[in-house]
């Protein structure tokens, strides 16, 4: 996974592993936030015996839960956001879009047509924006730059882990050590209260309705690690999207012939559609730097 982030049963596994352990940071602030040790134990055993392939689709079909998988997925994430990790591969497909598109003088930046839409709770991609133009543009202000990164949009359509410390006053910084203090568990609170889970019935309309209109605007979109929930393929209105024959490319690395063919299954009723010829909405089993760097026309 791009930037050491845990794939979705990895995810499981680490929730499992810390917050069953009763020594943990992350098993002593759920029991500090009003969770028994018999709900801490029964979320966990049921979780791992699940086998459901993400703890969002778990807690999707379990409300019960939804409280206290929020909070452990942000203690869990929160102390996987390192800088250090944006490095890695110098900065894997966000640091070649940085240095092939999206560079130049600091007042054109946000010029660039383009927008973020993402599905995950991660700041990554603002953090990344924000360490790369702070140390490119080292005589700037933070403010001026700051002023840049806000204008490129960015949406998170399940809500995010909390606003970054240089994006508010007492935002959560990127790196931030977890701990048994009060301020974390206010920072937990925080950040679970902006995550949505896919069944919640209010939270996430705004944000989709945003990335509605960036998709019905834009002339290309690219689908980087999507997983094709047919739930998120319907709020993004993707099949719309592709029957007003907009460019489309999607990655699908890691998928079998089969699961690429389910995909397209979600489609086919639009080519039945008056004037729709075929299927031709282009799936690339490659991961997303490779991707950009022979699919994409940067430009």
């Known amino acids: ?16 592993n810390s917050c069953h352990n009763p020594m943990s940071i992350q098993n002593k602030l759920l029991l500090n936030m009003n969770h028994t040790s018999e709900e801490i134990q029964n979320f966990i055993t049921s979780l791992s015996n699940s086998f459901l392939p993400s703890v969002d689709l778990f807690l999707e079909h379990n409300p019960q839960y939804i409280s206290i998988g929020k909070k452990a997925i942000a203690l869990t994430l929160l102390p996987e956001e390192r800088t ?21 003088p600091l007042d054109t930046i946000s010029k660039n047509k383009i927008s973020f839409i993402t ?47 240089w994006q508010t006053p007492g935002g959560i910084s ?28 209010s939270g996430y309309e705004k944000n989709f309705r945003k990335a509605n209109t960036i998709i019905d605007k834009a002339t290309r979109v690219y689908l980087l690690g999507f997983g094709f929930h047919p739930e998120n393929v319907n709020r993004l209105k993707l099949i719309d999207a592709w029957f007003a024959k907009k460019n489309m490319m999607a990655t699908t690395f890691g998928k079998s012939t089969k699961e690429q063919q389910l995909i397209v299954k979600l489609f086919k009723p639009a080519t039945r559609l008056p004037g729709v010829q ?3 909405f282009r799936l690339k089993r490659v991961q997303c730097l490779e991707f950009l760097r022979n699919e994409v026309e940067l430009g």
Do not use: C
Request: aromatic content about 14%.
């Open 119 to 165: 599905l995950n709770y991660d700041r990554s991609v603002e953090q990344f924006l924000y360490t790369a133009l702070t140390n490119s543009f080292t005589q700037e202000t933070h403010e001026d730059i700051i002023k840049q990164i806000n204008k490129i949009p960015i949406i998170h359509v399940y809500g995010t882990l909390g606003k970054l410390d």
């Open 174 to 201: 990127y790196d931030y050590q977890i701990n048994e203090g009060e301020r974390t568990q206010k920072h937990v609170m925080n950040a679970a209260a902006t995550i949505k889970i896919l069944s919640e019935k």
């Open 278 to 280: 075929s299927f031709n």
């Open 1 to 16: 996974m791009p930037f050491r982030f845990p794939s979705g049963t990895e995810l499981i596994t680490q929730i499992a």
């Open 84 to 104: 250090a990790s944006l490095r890695v591969n110098n900065g894997d497909w966000l640091g070649y879009l940085y240095t092939h598109y999206l560079f130049g």
